[in-house]
């Protein structure tokens, strides 16, 4: 007979993953405002130093 506590994982592995996947999404979307961000700044610092 099947283990019914096999089926589903437990929750805090699942909060954990949770927590994770949101971390990284968070991470992801800061680095590409920045990069969106240094590619309209930084080519006008670049020509006000010329």
Do not use: K
């Not at 089926?7 to 991470?27: D, G, N, R, Y």
């Amino acid at each position: 007979m099947v283990n019914p506590f096999e089926e589903f994982p437990e929750p805090q592995a699942v909060s954990l993953t949770h927590i994770c996947l949101a971390q990284a999404v968070v991470c992801l979307s800061a680095l590409t405002s920045t990069a969106v961000l240094l590619s309209r700044v930084l080519p006008s610092m670049i020509s006000g130093l010329n």
